[in-house]
Structures are given as C-alpha cells and as structure tokens.
C-alpha cells in the first residue's frame, strides 16, 4: 500500500463499541517458501502466479508493506490495529493459503498454520480471534482439523479459501466439512481466491482477476452453488461468512429467487433440483455478509435492508486494504447507536462466538 495512507489519515476518535475486524489475513514466512516452490514448479495455477507471483516478486511499497504485514503476528500488527482503532481483528490464512498445495503438504501445513495463529492468540486473547485453516483436498483431514482447531486450539470459524484446484465445496465428496463446521457449531468463511484455470483466461487478459472484480465474481458463484446444491436443507445450522458485501449476491437476490424458480419448474438442467426455500431465504438465514473492502455507505445500508441488521458486519481486509480512513468514515454512517454497534461488534460476536 501507499505508506502516505496511514500517516496522514487521522486516528478514528473513541467510540461506544468495540471495532472488530472480521477478515484480516496472515501468511506464515514458511508457507511464502512452499508457495514459491510451487511459483517455480511446472505449469502453476495462472491466478495463483498473477497474485502470489506479483506480490512476492514487485518491488512496490504496496506489494512489499502487504507481504510484511502478512508475515507478522506481533508489535507491528497491534500497532496498526491502534493506529486504525480496532480493538480486535479475526485473522485467517491468506488466500489461497493451502488450497493451492498438493493434498499431502496441505493437510500437513494446514496444522503448522492453525498452531501459529493459535500461539499468537494465546498471547494476545484481547487482541486477536483467529480462524481454522483446512485442505478441502481431504475433507476427512479437514473435517478432524476443524474439530482440533475448535476444541483443542480455540479458534473460531473455518478459513475457506474459494475453490481448491478449480473444485468447489458443492460437490457433496466435500460435505464432511460442512458437516464438522455444524457439529462444532462454527462458522464457514468463504473467502475469494483468483478464478481457476478455466474460468481465469478472460479476466487475466485485461487485469480483472484479482480483488477488483475476479474475486467477487468467482466467490460469488461458489456461494450460489453451495446454496442450488441444498447444502443448507442437509445442514440447517450452517452458518457461512461472505466479505465484500456479500460478493454482490444480495443485489443480485430477486433475479436468483426468480430465475432459480423458473429455470428448476421448466427442468432445464438435471443439476439443478428443487431445494425447500428461495436461494434469498438461505442468504438471510445461513449467511453473514462482511463489508470488507466496500466503505460504502449505500451498499452497508441496502444490504442490511435485504440481509437485517444483525447480519453484516465490519471487516477492514487488512493489510490488503489498509485504509484507516475507512474507519472515520463507517463511524459516521447515519445509523442508530444500536445499529452502528451491531455492525461493529455484536454481529461478530454472535457469529464467531467470541466470549
Ligand atoms: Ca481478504
């Protein structure tokens, strides 16, 4: 990032809630090493060298500031979180954390990954909430990590980083996640990563694939297909975390409920069955919506309006948007106290069941 942001922008003042920061990312410096074996491998994923590739190689003040945010668990982090005023940040693996390794080695770091952050909760518990890595390469391995990761290390919530090798959670082989995330009773967040490889090619050649819009295109499609896949009539009380308002879906609510109910009355495709409720009634009641990345007032409040207000919360997507003047600006938002603290804190609360 520009380094000017965050010296020049004022410090938020105090205020009647505590800021919690709902999706805000670490790499670990030995999972940087594995990743760049993989850079440096045969025929690697092209999102994963347009992302990963730009930002452990670019000489920029925003791809070297992103880099050593990333890596550290400490001083540095607890500062720019009181720089910015936030009182609390809910950390996961960053994208495409070890979604893009071999099974093996995923499964294998995954644990490396979940017990750092468990360590670096456990010396700082006011500070920081941090999330379970899994491998969806192996949802028996990751279903037993979610269990470790919530009972044994007091962690809260599953890092999901989109699609795995171009595979998506829809397919019912990755189910036992789903399954260990309710039986732990913790929460999904689907978190976006660069479209696979046979989606990517007409995004990367104008620039398109990463957080400015690729991202929210690809996660929002693997959000649906959990939802027309009737994840949540096998699971009820699966509760899944979206960023980026919501990767869009809630505007897009009434033309899904209403071409999701044409497209499965006129049996146009086999994939697509009848599911109990609309594909709007799983979002408002299955999903909370972060508004990481979007400082945008009118986007908060028309979500809020579809989702309710005790469904969207904060996030700040540390360090990849570190703009601490987004922090003024959300406090000012023209909601009542309660509202504003919903957003902020209770919200989070409630969904990553933080004491
Ligand atoms: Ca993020």
Not at 62 to 91: F, P, S, Y
Not at 286 to 313: L, P
Request: net charge negative; proline share 6%.
């Amino acid at each position: 990032m520009d380094q000017s942001q965050t010296t020049t922008a004022p410090r938020p003042g105090k205020v009647a809630y505590k800021r919690i920061a709902t999706e805000e990312a670490f790499a670990p410096a030995e999972m940087l090493q594995i990743w760049r074996k993989i850079l440096e491998g045969a025929d690697p994923d092209p999102g994963f060298v347009s992302l990963i590739g730009f930002y452990m190689s670019s000489k920029s003040a925003r791809a070297r500031h992103i880099i050593e945010c990333l890596t550290d668990l400490g001083e540095q982090r607890l500062h720019h979180m009181d720089e910015a005023g936030i009182d609390r940040q809910v950390i996961a693996l960053t994208s495409p954390g070890v979604q893009v390794m071999d099974g093996e080695s995923a499964v294998a770091f995954a644990k490396v990954a979940n017990d750092e952050l468990a360590e670096a909760v456990r010396k700082h518990p006011t500070r920081f909430t941090g999330m379970v890595a899994v491998a969806p390469q192996d949802p028996e391995a990751a279903a037993k990590e979610i269990e470790r990761g919530v009972q044994k290390l007091g962690l809260n919530g599953v890092i999901i980083n989109s699609h795995t090798h171009g595979e998506y959670l829809s397919d019912p082989k990755f189910w036992a996640i789903f399954e260990a995330a309710e039986a732990n009773d913790t929460p999904i967040y689907l978190h976006p990563n660069t479209p696979p490889r046979n989606m990517i090619q007409p995004f990367l050649e104008c620039g398109l694939d990463g957080a400015i819009f690729g991202f929210g295109v690809e996660t929002g499609l693997h959000a649906l297909r959990i939802i027309t896949a009737g994840v949540f009539d096998h699971f009820p009380k699966l509760r899944i975390i979206l960023g980026h308002m919501g990767e869009a879906l809630p505007f897009w609510a009434y033309r899904l409920d209403y071409m999701h109910r044409a497209t499965v009355k006129s049996e146009r495709y086999a994939c697509m069955k009848p599911i109990q409720k609309k594909p709007s009634d799983y979002l408002r009641e299955n999903f909370y919506i972060t508004n990481s990345g979007v400082a945008d007032e009118a986007a908060i409040k028309y979500t809020q309006g579809m989702m309710g207000a005790d469904r969207v919360m904060y996030a700040m997507d540390y360090p990849y948007q570190h703009a601490i003047e987004e922090v003024g600006i959300l406090d000012n938002m023209s909601s009542t106290p309660e509202d504003k603290k919903r957003f902020y804190q209770t919200n989070a609360e409630v969904a990553f069941g933080l004491k």
